[in-house]
């Protein structure tokens, strides 16, 4: 019976939620299969938002978001995950396991206890 060692990489995306660049969410949506009035009605959920600064008892004027997903909703966390649904190939292609929701990510590397060094 051989052991295996193990690295574990956790990666919390900063922000990540506000980082989806909205039509490249649609076009992986549109890859995946989503169409008809599920992907009509997904501009009319995203459009529309803006976002304020305040400080010190001030405000700014409300500005567009123009990219982004709402996060504390129900659909934020389902369409981030499939925005970034692609990355799980790459992640496998250099050796690793993985597991993720939405932003928090989980890597594994597993080798041979007998391995003194990892290389390529």
Do not use: M
Request: glycine letters at 8%.
């Amino acid at each position: 019976c051989s052991s295996l060692s193990s690295v574990l990489v956790l990666l919390d995306l900063s922000a990540a939620f506000d980082t989806v660049n909205q039509q490249i969410l649609i076009s992986s949506l549109q890859e995946l299969g989503v169409s008809g009035s599920a992907l009509s009605l997904l501009p009319s959920y995203l459009d529309g938002r803006t976002y304020r600064v305040t400080w010190r008892g001030s405000a700014s004027e409300h500005c567009p978001l123009t990219t982004g997903v709402p996060q504390g909703s129900v659909l934020g966390p389902l369409l981030f995950s499939l925005y970034t649904n692609s990355l799980g190939a790459v992640i496998r292609s250099h050796g690793f396991s993985y597991y993720s929701y939405t932003d928090d990510t989980q890597l594994i590397l597993s080798f041979p206890h007998s391995d003194l060094c990892l290389s390529d």
